[in-house]
């Protein structure tokens, strides 16, 4: 008889170049126990005396490992490993590490139990060798998954056996083409009741060519902080090294910078220039992660913040302390270059010097070493040539950097302190301060007027600050800056195109293109200033003046310009001609690399005209291509969601957009989110759950944090998410009569689980039945937990205007604006609460403002006309400074103009 087929999923095997391995998860036991452990590994005779004792000197250190590395405290997992101690050993009493077997474990967790295993002190035999076998098993509070044996378990277990003693030829293919491709395959073998192959399918999954990584070089000039690859750390008495975060299948970095020693008095400068080779150097095609060193400055007061007040430490840091890190477990695995060094600059005329050492940790081996003096007047010269000399043997790019090597020390003492605060700081969730880095930057720009350098770091970091900083005092202060550094050095390409860019942002449209012209009369070939100058002509509803600069930019620059045609594409769109709109949208996308503008808008029309083929064809393009740019991920990511039919073939595409774009943002919490729902939906609950803690973890208080706290509850509580679903449904939509046993059932889970949506449900129930207090009390109760959630601000905006406390409404209105920026509901909370304060002008203004982003939305519409009717009440206007909400030529910034004089109107927008 033929027999009876069996399908079996083994668990993937992941092979690291350090050379510590895993399996994902961990085999089924069956009737073989621990057994899937290969038997060459425990083979060997041992002393079991001296087993137990090694047994027990690890037991501490193995759960210190766990417990640092492991994502949750749920996690299970196993390990053996085995330690030879010889009798003429070198090493003494030193065992060394032969072999190991781990399932389940975080690769941080098994790197750190073998360096701990390599500690131990183990008494060598008279003669020959001592084997010491050393097993470990962790297992969850709540019991195995799956834990019920099968008929096919024995099966299983022997089959890892093979796997496991493949290792060593998949090493040497990954050691063959490392580092030209990373990639990972799943291999579907057909066999006969004999174990023989009969076929076998490979079905590659992600393959990413790593050479050609980052030819985009616009972002490195930028040097925004999420951009950026950090290690950093924390410890009380000596500094250590810790990865942000560790994320599974994801390529650790290789290169580490360390920032560079500095005497007492240029505090901040060794940290300066490592953010500097972090932000432009690549070396061997990779770009150099920093290590941010801190270590506690002084105890928290009580009554205080209880975080312990913290400083960046600055050092030159021997190959030797790495080593002595690493075996602590506190240096991220897989580094094979750190770059240290000391800078001591020059002072009251006497010469600095620097001295720059790249070493090897794995064995401490130096690659290269530099040593140089420092003078005030060829500064930036000397420094720019210390790091060619230091990078030329390691295949280095130094990139912008180059651009240094024309400034003398008074301005790129500037530079540096402006690269300092633009670092990323945890406690701050951004750059340590953007503001100052301004400053120090128009300082650089006023000393060195005619170098690029300085105007470019300028120009990207006031463009920064507008877009990510979110207050308007910062938006404010980076005009000022710009126009004072442009007033010094008025030939600075850079400058004018950012302050083109950042007036057309505010909607200054006259400004805006006075200065993308002169930028043009200096530089006419430059696309990007022909793209401004049609948006600040568009904004102002000049659309055949928009179109002119898009053609003349084409000419002038050629016709592939990628800017100039998604431009030219939106002026299409806003001419209503679709066709003509998403043929120059393609032509953008066709650039080499893809324009994530383009695909944006291509993913709009598919969104908006619910055209499946092209959100299908988007999201295969976006699979296509080599490393795309991280907003094209996203899109994909959402357009797969929402025009794709729900089941296993859409979320196996989102695991692997998902998995592309936490290849470049490991820390990137959203993308955590997303990989959480495809991993759940493709019936992976385990790892799903990993992806959700991720991101909440790196993401706390926010709404992804909120959402991954909604997704997981189905995993580890079906019952109660399906009694959360019952009462947010029946909240929302439940006739008024049934809302009291609802927001019962609501309130009871909410005391039960202390869940953020529970709270909501409560709330929402309650503000339909009328019961504002009660309905507050709730959302506040639910922005306790969820404390960065724009949605339960706005709920608190309303709750309060019904309740008469417009003061608060306006703060809470502040506050979610403040986190989720401006559009048609913050501005329009903002209005109501301004509305509820009678402060009708300003009332207008924020409604005005509203009105800009979505003009259809019929809640503002509707909120514009009451505010416009009170304003005629208290103040009658002549008829032709009153427009009409419902007339074709309504205008909100037309309106706003009218209202304000023209600076306010600048600094409010």
């Not at 959480?676 to 944090?705: C, K, S, Y």
């Amino acid at each position: 008889m033929e027999p009876h087929a069996v399908d079996l999923e083994l668990s993937e095997l992941e092979i690291y170049a350090s050379g510590i391995d895993r399996f994902a998860r961990c085999p089924p036991a069956g009737d073989l126990g621990q057994a899937w452990i290969p038997a060459r590994i425990t083979d060997a005779p041992h002393d079991s005396a001296v087993t137990e004792r090694a047994i027990e000197q690890t037991l501490k250190p193995f759960r210190s490992c766990y417990t640092r590395g492991a994502l949750h405290r749920s996690a299970d997992g196993r390990a053996a490993i085995v330690a030879r101690v010889r009798a003429d050993g070198a090493d003494g009493k030193r065992p060394v590490i032969e072999n190991y077997a781990t399932c389940g474990l975080p690769i941080e967790v098994v790197d750190c139990m073998v360096a701990e295993t390599a500690r131990l002190q183990v008494e060598p035999p008279a003669s020959g060798t001592r084997t010491v076998v050393i097993p470990a098993v962790f297992a969850p509070r709540n019991g195995y998954e799956g834990a019920v044996a099968t008929a096919h378990d024995t099966y299983a277990a022997a089959a890892h056996v093979t796997m496991d003693e493949a290792r060593p030829a998949l090493h040497a293919c990954e050691q063959r083409f490392r580092p030209a491709v990373q990639a990972q395959g799943v291999f579907a073998l057909r066999l006969d009741a004999s174990g023989r192959v009969l076929s076998a399918k490979v079905e590659p999954w992600v393959g990413r060519t790593i050479s050609g990584r980052a030819p985009a070089g616009w972002w490195r000039s930028s040097s925004l902080p999420d951009r950026r690859r950090e290690a950093r750390a924390s410890s009380r008495g000596s500094p250590s090294i810790r990865e942000r975060a560790n994320v599974a299948g994801v390529q650790q970095p290789r290169v580490v910078v360390i920032p560079f020693g500095v005497p007492p008095a240029s505090e901040g400068l060794g940290l300066g220039l490592a953010a500097l080779v972090h932000g432009f150097v690549l070396l061997g095609g990779e770009s150099v992660a920093l290590a941010q060193l801190v270590t506690q400055d002084r105890p928290p007061k009580e009554g205080h913040d209880d975080r312990p007040a913290t400083k960046p430490v600055e050092t030159f840091l021997h190959p030797q302390a790495w080593r002595d890190l690493s075996l602590r477990g506190e240096a991220p695995p897989g580094v094979q270059m750190v770059m240290t060094g000391t800078f001591e600059p020059p002072e009251g005329g006497l010469p600095g010097s620097i001295r720059l050492l790249a070493f090897d940790p794995r064995d401490g081996a130096t690659h290269a070493r530099v040593e140089a003096h420092l003078d005030d007047r060829g500064a930036g010269r000397i420094l720019l040539e210390a790091f060619e000399d230091l990078c030329r043997p390691l295949d280095g790019d130094l990139g912008v950097f180059r651009d240094i090597g024309d400034l003398e020390w008074e301005a790129l003492e500037s530079v540096l302190r402006g690269e300092r605060c633009l670092v990323h700081d945890a406690q701050r969730g951004g750059p340590y301060d953007r503001r100052a880095a301004l400053v120090h930057l128009e300082r650089a720009v006023e000393d060195a007027p005619s170098s690029r350098f300085p105007a470019g770091r300028l120009a990207a970091t006031a463009i920064d600050a507008v877009v990510n900083g979110r207050d308007d005092r910062l938006t404010d202060a980076a005009l000022r800056t710009l126009r004072r550094a442009m007033d010094g050095a008025p030939g600075q390409i850079d400058l004018l195109e950012a302050s083109a860019a950042l007036r057309v942002r505010i909607g200054d449209r006259a400004g805006a293109e006075r200065d993308a012209l002169a930028a043009i009369a200096i530089a006419p070939d430059r696309a990007r200033l022909y793209g401004i100058l049609s948006e600040a002509r568009r904004s102002s509803s000049d659309l055949d003046g928009a179109m002119a600069a898009v053609d003349r930019g084409l000419h002038v620059c050629g016709g592939a310009d990628p800017v100039l045609l998604t431009e030219q594409g939106i002026v299409f769109e806003l001419r209503r001609d679709a066709m003509a709109a998403r043929a120059s949208f393609e032509r953008a996308l066709a650039a080499n690399p893809p324009f994530p503008g383009a695909f944006a808008h291509l993913a709009n029309i598919a969104a908006q005209h619910r055209d499946v083929l092209l959100a299908e064809s988007l999201v295969d393009r976006a699979l296509g291509w080599s490393s795309p740019h991280p907003d094209i991920l996203r899109q994909a990511i959402q357009l797969a969601f929402g025009a794709e039919p729900e089941g296993v073939a859409r979320a196996s595409r989102v695991l692997k957009l998902g998995r592309m774009l936490l290849d470049q943002l490991p820390n990137d919490p959203w993308a955590h989110l997303m990989l959480g729902r495809a991993l759940a939906q493709m019936g992976d609950p385990t790892e799903a759950l990993v992806a959700f803690r991720n991101a909440e973890r790196l993401a706390p208080g926010t709404n992804i944090a909120a959402e991954a706290v909604r997704e997981r509850l189905p995993l580890e509580d079906p019952e109660t998410s399906l009694e959360l679903e019952s009462v947010m449904h029946g909240a929302m939509t439940a006739e008024p009569a049934d809302l009291l046993p609802i927001a019962a059932r609501a309130q009871r889970l909410a005391d039960a689980r202390a869940l953020w949506i529970a709270h909501y449900a409560v709330g929402i129930a309650r503000r339909r039945m009328g019961s504002w207090d009660l309905a507050r009390r709730a959302f506040e109760a639910a922005l306790a937990l969820a404390p960065d959630s724009p949605d339960l601000c706005l709920e608190l905006v309303d709750a309060c205007i019904a309740l008469g406390e417009g003061d608060e409404a306006l703060r809470q209105a502040n506050r979610a604006r403040a986190i989720a920026g401006d559009g048609p509901r913050t501005l329009g909370a903002l209005a109501k609460a301004e509305y509820a304060r009678a402060n009708y002008a300003s009332a207008e203004i924020w409604v005005l403002r509203a009105l800009i982003h979505d003009r259809q939305d019929a809640a503002n519409v509707r909120l514009e006309a009451q505010i416009r009717a009170m304003n005629e009440t208290a103040a009658p206007a002549p008829a032709s400074a009153a427009p009409s909400a419902s007339g074709s030529s309504f205008s909100p910034l037309a309106t706003l103009q009218r209202l304000l004089p023209k600076n306010l109107l600048k600094k409010l927008r």
